[in-house]
């Protein structure tokens, strides 16, 4: 089961697939982030996320993908142009025809470290214990999107387990 | 000039075709909106909002596209789902290769009815007037739409204007 968690962005955009063995057991398959330039066009940053995404779809063939809901209590600039940077990977995604789960950040950390408080740092330690890297995964956008991608694999685990 | 004027989200994305002949006159060509059923699956939404408006651009051939820019002061999380609307929207207007302006909902008023605080009656009666329809356009979405390609029309007259 390989799935491709992705945390949104437009500036800098996460993504990680990470593989989940017969034995439960993880292992990273790749991770990147996908960079748009600030002095370019939102309609063509928007194209190059989308086709880039489209790119890492058809070279890796994941089997689910997992994106991070977006929180915004402040900053609503922020939050519509990241929003629409997830338009255009949920878009990409579908028309993948992969099953595509959402995630709070919350969610995701108390899945990778039992507590949704966490910081950044215990979150990507554990991304390095539970993917057995030699070090933790940079920069920080891809690091989120290998905690979503294991937050996936799971929660799918444990809704597979329930519907036994 | 054609200039195919959208008014972004998610249940609703309001659309008009407003048509600038040489004296200057303006006609409307078409407006409708694009729906989508809430118990339907974001990434599906998405995907249709994308998928029908590729068909309007390859049906209409507009020579410009502009989309109304979000304002949100309170709710970050509808801000945040029409945004994904406007994000596969204007993927969808670049891979057209159209140009795409951007307008704030008061530079529209202001462009329409010399307001910027104008009601929505208001909006709709001087759209009503400057594409001499007998009623008003209906729905809301679709209205605002036309006025964001009559203020694009304007906008784009005035800007060949001051480069002359």
């Known amino acids: ?20 063995h017969d034995d439960g057991s993880l292992t990273c398959v790749h991770y990147d982030v996908i960079r748009t330039r600030a002095d370019t066009p939102m309609p063509q940053r928007l194209k190059q996320i989308h086709d880039e995404l489209v790119v890492i779809v058809e070279r890796y063939q994941p089997d689910r993908a997992a994106v991070e809901e977006l929180f915004f209590a402040r900053n609503v600039t922020t939050a519509i142009t990241v929003a629409q940077a997830r338009g255009v990977v949920l878009l990409a995604l579908q028309n993948a025809g992969l099953p595509i789960a959402e995630y709070k950040p919350n969610a995701i950390k108390q899945s990778i470290t039992g507590y949704g408080g966490a910081d ?13 890297l030699d070090n933790r995964p940079r920069p920080d956008d891809a690091a989120d999107a290998l905690a979503v991608a294991i937050a996936d694999l799971q929660h799918y685990r444990l809704a597979s387990f329930n519907t036994v």
Chains 1, 2 share one sequence.
Do not use: F, H
């Open 1 to 20: 089961m390989l799935s491709l968690g992705i945390d949104p962005g437009t500036a800098s955009l996460g993504y990680g697939l990470v593989r989940e």
């Open 120 to 132: 950044k740092t215990q979150m990507q330690e554990m991304v390095r214990l539970l993917l057995t």
